[in-house]
C-alpha cells in the first residue's frame, strides 16, 4: 500500500514520489518522480529525480516547505519470499 503524505521538504526520503506537473504527457502518473538524492546546499533542500548522471529533475525547497509525497512503506525484515527448494534430482 502507498500513501500520499504532505511532510516538510526537509523530512522527504530516497525513494520517494514528488510530482512534477504534468509537464508534455497529459497522464498525471507520469508526473510523479522518484527522489535519488537529497542534499542541504545553502540551507534549502536539494532534491534530484531520475538518474544522478544523465537526465534527471531538480527541485529546491525551503526546509519548512510542505509538499506531497508518495511514500511506500519499507519492506520489513522478516517477510522475504519463501525459497523453494527441489529435494531430487529430475531427469
Do not use: C
Amino acid at each position: 500500500m502507498t500513501n500520499k503524505i504532505t511532510v516538510a521538504a526537509s523530512e522527504v526520503r530516497l525513494n520517494d514520489h514528488v510530482y512534477n506537473g504534468t509537464g508534455s504527457n497529459s497522464h498525471p502518473t507520469f508526473a510523479w518522480e522518484t527522489v535519488t538524492e537529497v542534499r542541504v546546499e545553502d540551507g534549502l533542500i536539494f532534491l534530484i529525480t531520475g538518474d544522478i548522471n544523465g537526465l534527471h529533475g531538480e527541485f529546491w525547497f525551503e526546509a519548512d516547505e510542505q509538499l506531497v509525497v508518495i511514500r511506500y512503506p519499507a519492506p520489513s525484515a522478516g517477510t522475504a519470499p519463501a525459497i523453494k527448494v527441489s529435494a531430487g534430482h529430475k531427469h
